[in-house]
């Protein structure tokens, strides 16, 4: 695992990455907090994947940004329903959503934006107070309702692991959930597809890859620890 806490740049920490994750694992740098001139220095090392949990911060460093035109912006944060049509204008990728009543307001602002960001669905696998997500059995019984949903791009599943849990317990998730998009694809569904999976970070990446995620969610291991306002 890179170590996050190292004098090394941004540059040789994504190097050192790029050694160990496949080329077709989708390295998304996590940059809540980190400052476009950060960024900057991760884009220039190769990065394209930028994920954000908080809406404005990611308008304003858009506007910072806007010169590096190919960058995909990512959402990985909890989403308001409040917040819903500025997601859709701001980001390419949405990964969290979590809920029947998010994915109909998705569907209802969806023409009005005309935007349709690639979806994810949050899958919560485990009991967990802090996390959002479907639970195995509330994800089965939307699923033909989702399906429905025809101004919805669904690509897959994301999960953030419960803390506490031992090496094993985590590439045990990692694997179910890999399971479970793999029964799920194989369905005969008119609108949903997953192909796409979101899970690992930097404590845990390495075991989300042994699991054949298709992307990791990195922060600390490409810009090592963050100053939190």
């Keep these: 695992m890179v170590d996050c ?3 090394a740049s941004i540059a040789q920490r994504i190097a050192t990455l ?26 220039a090392a190769g990065i394209r994947d930028f994920g954000e949990n ?4 990611a308008q304003a460093k858009r506007g910072e940004l806007a010169d590096l035109t190919d960058i995909t912006w990512h959402f990985i944060g909890h989403l308001q329903a409040n917040k819903v049509r500025a997601a859709l204008e701001t980001f390419d990728w949405i990964h969290t959503v979590d ?5 109909q307001r998705l569907q209802a602002l969806i023409p009005a934006v005309q935007n349709s960001p690639k979806l994810l669905l949050q899958v919560k696998l485990r009991p ?18 989702l399906d429905q949903l025809t101004e919805l791009n669904i690509q897959g599943l994301m ?6 849990l031992t090496p094993a317990e ?5 694997q179910e959930l890999h399971n479970l998009a793999e029964t799920w694809q194989h369905q005969a569904w008119q609108h949903l597809s997953f192909q796409e999976l979101s899970m690992g970070m930097s404590s845990d ?25």
């Excluded at 809920?99 to 994915?103: E, N």
């Excluded at 985590?170 to 990692?174: E, P, S």
């Design 5 to 7: 806490n190292s004098g």
């Design 18 to 43: 790029r050694q160990r994750v496949p080329a077709s694992v989708r390295l998304i740098a996590v940059s809540k907090y980190i400052s476009p001139e950060m960024m900057r220095q991760a884009y």
């Design 54 to 57: 908080r809406i404005q911060e």
């Design 99 to 103: 809920s029947l009543k998010l994915a």
């Design 128 to 145: 967990d107070p802090q996390k959002y997500g479907w639970t195995i059995s509330e994800l089965t019984a939307a699923l033909p309702e």
């Design 159 to 164: 999960t953030i692991l419960p803390l506490g």
């Design 170 to 174: 985590q590439l045990l998730v990692f």
């Design 205 to 229: 990446y390495p075991f989300a890859l042994q699991a054949q995620t298709t992307m990791i969610r990195l922060g600390q291991v490409i810009f090592g620890p963050r100053s939190i306002p």
